[in-house]
């Protein structure tokens, strides 16, 4: 199989500007030396915890903010050196939902025009534009007759439906999701999760789904990539990551998620890590958890691990990873700690 998507080395450096003459004084490395691929009609899972980049990472992706170095190509050609009316043409293939959908509406605009709006951009003509508003409507769930009314006039989960809608107007390949149904009450977030799940056959679509804990993307995703501090630690297909990470990280995050098996539950033992995260602007040296690895040694505070093959599902940036479905608290215990 062919990626639709590779990353590589994808870099986002934000400046620190500081004094009267806002001079700037260093830099924030938000995303550092990302790279993946994404595959067609996929679910890639990105988590992690706020501020580890997964937000920039999805929206330099895009190209909705620069990313400083690195490519992100799409077929044979790079995202990243596209010129503007040439990325406008990519944007029909690569769409973004964001979390908060009212943010992302435009409250003066009735959503007929908003749903509208990439097509006109796009010269859909309007015969084929007001059908093809109605129809997506009624595919998310709504009415057509809901066009006429205004987002405020919508609950969190019918303008998800509504944003939903908007970026499927220019029939997409690749949709990035950042924190879909974070914003929503529990009881709405399944109905739209399972909405994306359908319009991702209906529609032949790739997805990055961003998520801030991994049991959100645990039954969406086939793949699922582990971010902290800015850089991925573990990217593995779902059942490779979830029965047997090899990052600690991903082991401490995962011990954190409640399983549905009661005897399970009991023997479980949380894993809870030491400190705070790390400010991006002065990321630890080496192994950037190293430290609030469990397992850290000598090695990890000097040399940065890089993204390695431990099978031919499962990638991780860690000198000592877990392997064979080791759980960390052998390890940690066998360490003496
Ligand atoms: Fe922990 Fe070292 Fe692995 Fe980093 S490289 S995760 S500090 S064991
Ligand atoms: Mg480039």
Do not use: W
């Amino acid at each position: 199989r062919e990626p639709l998507l590779r990353v590589r080395n994808l870099v986002k450096e934000f400046p620190i500007r500081a004094g009267v003459f806002r001079r700037q004084v260093g830099a924030v490395q938000a995303v550092s030396d990302v790279s993946f691929d994404l595959y067609p009609q996929e679910t890639l899972g990105v988590v992690g915890e706020s501020g580890c980049g997964k937000s920039t990472l999805g929206r330099s992706l895009l190209r909705l903010i620069e990313p400083t170095s690195g490519d992100v190509l799409f077929g044979d050609e790079d995202v990243t050196e596209a010129s503007k009316s040439r990325l406008r043409e990519l944007r029909r293939d690569l769409q973004m939902v964001f979390q908060d959908p009212y943010a992302s509406l435009n409250p003066r605009l009735p959503i007929r025009d908003i749903i509208g709006e990439p097509m006109r951009i796009h010269g859909v003509g309007r015969t084929e534009s007001r059908q093809r508003v109605g129809d997506l409507l009624k595919r998310v769930g709504l009415l057509p007759e809901h066009g006429n009314r205004y987002p405020h006039e919508f609950s969190g989960g019918q303008r998800q439906r509504i944003g939903i809608a908007r970026s499927l107007a220019l029939r997409p390949k690749v949709i990035v999701l950042d924190e879909p149904v974070s914003a929503l009450d529990v009881s709405i977030q399944a109905q739209v999760l399972n909405l994306l799940d359908e319009i991702q056959d209906e529609f032949d679509l790739s997805f990055i789904f961003i998520a801030h804990d991994l049991s959100v993307v645990r039954h969406t995703s086939d793949r699922v990539a582990v971010m902290y501090l800015g850089r991925l630690a573990e990217v593995a297909d779902r059942d490779s990551l979830y029965d047997a990470p090899a990052h600690p990280y991903t082991a401490s995050l995962l011990s954190a998620v409640p399983v549905a098996d009661p005897r399970r539950e009991r023997s479980r033992k949380r894993i809870i890590l030491q400190g705070d995260v790390p400010s991006p602007s002065n990321p630890p040296s080496g192994c950037r958890f190293h430290p609030r690895c469990p397992i850290a040694q000598d090695r990890c505070k000097t040399e940065t691990p890089v993204l390695t093959d431990v099978s031919p599902t499962q990638q991780v940036a860690c000198h000592f990873p877990l392997l064979n479905g080791e759980p960390l608290l052998t390890r940690i215990q066998d360490m003496g700690r």
